[in-house]
């Protein structure tokens, strides 16, 4: 299958969204995945809070939620919303520029899908690696 976009935030659109919806897919297979359909849907941060607090049980704004909806061990399937407005915030805050840190969200969502977390200082740590590794590997190839 493939990976499908959805923009629910006025005014977003991302400018290379096949460069962006190949390289989510190199993640993928080179994390030794197969892939069925992943959605990313680009909303805002009300839009966020309310899915943090139904289906996480949490009362705080995030950058990224991630759903699996993987039906078989090893292949990716999933929904991946990301807050436009608090990847902007996080942007300006980090010093980053908005495009790179939209890839390192779009990537952390993957990344989660594909047996990373960032529950402790230690897995956060090895995240952190991956995302930079497939940042450079994107932006070097851009």
């Known amino acids: ?3 499908k976009v959805y923009y629910q935030k006025e005014g977003f659109r991302l400018r290379e ?3 962006l919806k190949n390289w989510i897919l190199n993640i993928v297979v080179n994390e030794g995945y197969g892939y069925d359909v992943i959605t990313y849907v680009f909303t805002d941060d ?3 809070l309310q899915l943090n607090r139904e289906f996480l049980e949490h009362d705080y704004l995030t950058d990224v939620i991630t759903f ?3 039906e078989e061990a090893g292949t990716v399937k999933a929904e991946i919303y990301i807050s436009v407005d608090t990847v902007k915030r996080n942007a300006k805050h980090l ?3 908005f495009r790179s840190e ?3 969200v779009m990537a952390h969502g993957i990344l989660h899908l594909t047996g ?4 402790d200082d230690l ?4 995240m952190r690696e991956r995302e930079e590794y497939y940042l450079k590997r994107y932006f070097d190839e851009a």
């Open 1 to 3: 299958m493939a990976v």
């Open 17 to 19: 969204s096949r460069a």
């Open 46 to 48: 009300r839009m966020i």
């Open 68 to 70: 699996d909806m993987s």
């Open 95 to 97: 010093g980053a520029d």
């Open 102 to 104: 939209m890839a390192r």
């Open 116 to 119: 990373y977390d960032d529950s």
């Open 123 to 126: 897995s956060s740590g090895m």
